[in-house]
């Protein structure tokens, strides 16, 4: 037997980069979230962490993977969430599912960043956002311990408030011009409304929101809308029917009242192609197999949240190596 004394150094050369007494608190939340969905009769499911469709997001880049399937090579990609799968379940099943799984998306690292990370995400037929977001609500006060109070605040009143301008209405010049007057003009993004409207939310809005309670924005520019309806709100301009929330400026959860509409859904994700094409971006085959279900998929609202960040939040960590067991650099 060796009586070798592995250095304290050596010892931090193979560390994860999460301690022992947070790997502790990650488990009993996953603990506490198990148990909420079994309290309310949800089912947990596993769909494949790779397919031969990807996400056509521009925003949302894919990592693929080299596979051989009868001595045939193939490229796959590795979800960036588990939506498509779960509602190709979802229409066939018709009852309220969940999942939590690892993700996966190319070139994301930093504090709050991870090209790994864990994602809870859930579908709950008969729900509309507003049911959603209370069962939000009731899996926070779990997870936290004490009731947890959501503010809802719409995207268009959160940009008055915060950037002085109305998303919705201001002109592509007004919106340019505000990006200038706060040193973000400097960027190559042409005449891509939304683009300067995400880079002006993210910098002056996302920053301040979350911080006396858990903040839902809502009713976002239908150009967000991915794969959410799109309604007319009560000053007749078009939104997502989607929200997002945030705790202490950090974005944690984001829900969909679902489209169901196959053809809407190919159409969205073919002028996803084209963008991707005009951006010389790689085209992304799209999920024929979802575009079918989408037309089966009952009435229903879905939601994804960040299990490392969520974490983050709860116990405080300034980094998301923190909360998961071997961050990028660590692997």
Not at 83 to 105: D, G, H, N, T
Request: aromatic share 8%; hydrophobic share 40%.
């Amino acid at each position: 037997m060796s009586n070798t004394i592995v250095s304290t150094s050596n010892a931090q050369s193979y560390a994860p980069s999460m301690s022992l007494d947070m790997a502790h608190k990650r488990a009993q939340m996953l603990t506490q979230i198990r148990q909420f969905f079994a309290e309310r009769q949800v089912l947990e499911v596993q769909t494949p962490l790779m397919s031969q469709a990807g996400n056509t997001d521009v925003f949302v880049p894919s990592i693929s993977t080299n596979v051989t399937v009868q001595d045939k090579p193939q490229t796959h990609y590795l979800h960036t969430s588990p939506e498509f799968a779960m509602k190709r379940m979802l229409a066939s099943w018709k009852v309220a599912i969940y999942q939590i799984c690892p993700v996966f998306r190319d070139n994301e690292v930093g504090s709050r960043h991870n090209s790994e990370f864990t994602m809870l995400e859930w579908y709950r037929p008969g729900f509309d956002l507003e049911a959603l977001a209370a069962e939000l609500s009731d899996l926070l006060a779990t997870v936290y311990r004490q009731p947890q109070n959501l503010k809802h605040y719409s995207y268009s009143q959160a940009f008055v408030d915060y950037v002085g301008i109305h998303p919705l209405t201001a002109s592509l010049e007004t919106i340019k011009a505000t990006a200038e007057e706060n040193a973000l003009g400097g960027l190559d993004l042409g005449e891509d409304r939304q683009g300067w409207l995400d880079v002006l939310f993210s910098h002056l809005v996302e920053p301040n929101l979350g911080y006396q309670s858990p903040t839902l924005i809502t009713d976002y520019p239908p150009a967000t809308a991915a794969l959410a309806k799109v309604e007319t709100d009560e000053q007749g301009n078009e939104v997502a029917k989607r929200f997002e929330m945030y705790i202490n400026g950090i974005e944690i959860a984001n829900a969909y009242d679902e489209l169901a509409d196959g053809a809407a859904l190919q159409a969205r994700f073919e002028a996803d192609n084209e963008e991707r094409a005009h951006r010389g971006l790689p085209i992304m085959p799209i999920d024929e197999r979802l575009v079918a279900a989408c037309d089966h998929l009952p009435a229903c609202s879905g939601i994804a949240l960040g299990i490392d960040r969520l974490l983050m939040v709860v116990t405080g960590a300034k980094s998301i190596d923190e909360v998961i067991g071997f961050g990028i650099g660590w692997a």
